[in-house]
């Protein structure tokens, strides 16, 4: 599956151009403030380390600037642009980048805990090792947004949008993604207990590996989704989902909740999902060979165009599900023709 483009992987593979820099004096805000009065471009300047805690720069073009190690905390950037600036390191804890432009930015090793990025531009963007717990990014721009190991805990990103977004080993713990829109986001061995991506839209994703335990993705939209063996999604809730085309061969769904779901053309092979919750979900064309479903609770749901080969029901309460032969929970359905698609 082609989920990120060649130049995309290219530029995560590269060493950080981050590096440290050689000292240079400080300037104090007053000093910025007189830069900016007159317009001076700000593109290579070098303002590392500097402390401009407070500070107002709503507005400002500080594109291309060299910001390393400078302290931002409770600094006001509502609108302002830094673009391509070089923020390495760089404390945002507390401050207020709502609509601000970060584009082709690299925010490696930055801390950004409770910042508020409402509506904030990250397109291009590298956050590795960045730490921004808390943070709110709702509404916030993330194509090819690159964050290896980037610490999202509790954060909140409803609304969001992100075409070829990388979050390997992204630690986001109770964090919140309702309503995001994900084309193509690459979030392996991302650790996502307890997130919330309620009416979430995913297409060509890929989650292998991830820990989704009691996450919510009610009413969610699946296309493509890849979350195979090793992706754990004991205890999480996806009641009303409906998924498409999607991988779960071999994944854990021990105590999930699937009911009312509609999952067509889905791998739902050697799965776990032992007291599992399937009430009155529809499973069209599914393959659930080998599938493990002792002690699920299986009201009303819909197996009749399914394979269900190998599958273990030990002591699974059937009543009233439909499948392709007699005698799985007393009812005698008849295999349906295969319909050319399926509404």
């Known amino acids: ?3 990120l483009s060649s130049a995309l992987w290219g530029r995560l593979r590269r060493p950080s151009p981050c590096g440290p820099l050689l000292p240079a004096r400080v300037p104090a805000a ?14 290579g300047r070098d303002l590392s380390g500097a402390d401009l805690r407070g500070m107002v720069l709503d507005g400002a073009d500080l594109s ?16 302002t642009l830094l673009r391509h600036a070089l923020l390495t390191g760089v404390l945002l804890d507390d401050a207020d980048c709502s609509g601000a432009r970060f584009d082709g930015a690299c925010l490696d090793g930055s801390r950004a805990e409770h ?23 709702s509404d916030a721009l993330l194509d090819e947004f690159v964050a290896v190991g980037i610490t999202l805990n509790h954060a909140v990103l409803d609304r969001s949008r992100a075409t070829s977004m990388v979050l390997l080993d992204a630690h986001a713990e109770a ?10 986001v690459l979030a392996l061995r991302a650790q996502l207990p307890r997130a919330d991506f309620r009416q979430a839209r995913l297409r060509g994703c890929a989650l292998s590996g991830a820990d989704l335990a009691g996450s919510n993705w009610q009413h969610a939209e699946l296309d493509g989704l890849q979350a195979a063996a090793g992706t754990d999604w004991h205890g999480a809730l996806l009641r009303g989902a409906r998924a498409v085309d999607c991988n779960f061969h071999g994944a854990r769904l021990a105590g999930a909740d699937l009911s009312g779901g509609r999952f067509v053309r889905a791998d739902f092979g050697t799965c ?48 009233g599900a439909r499948f392709a032969w007699p005698g799985m929970g007393g009812d005698l359905a008849l295999v349906s023709r295969l319909a050319a698609s399926v509404p």
């Open 1 to 3: 599956m082609n989920i």
């Open 30 to 43: 007053e000093q910025l403030r007189d830069l900016l009065r007159a317009g001076a471009p700000m593109a």
């Open 64 to 79: 291309g600037a060299v910001l390393e190690r400078t302290d931002l905390r409770g600094a006001s950037l509502r609108g």
């Open 115 to 137: 910042a508020r990025l409402w509506g904030t531009s990250l397109r291009g963007v590298r956050a590795n090792d960045a730490c921004w717990p808390g943070a709110d990014l």
């Open 175 to 184: 964090s919140r993604w309702r309503a995001v829109r994900w084309d193509k």
């Open 272 to 319: 776990d999902l032992a007291g599992s919750v399937l009430d009155n979900a529809h499973f069209p064309f599914c393959s659930l060979i080998g599938a493990r479903m002792q002690h699920a609770r299986a009201h009303g749901a819909d197996f009749a165009r399914s394979i269900c080969r190998r599958g273990d029901f030990t002591g699974a309460a059937t009543d």
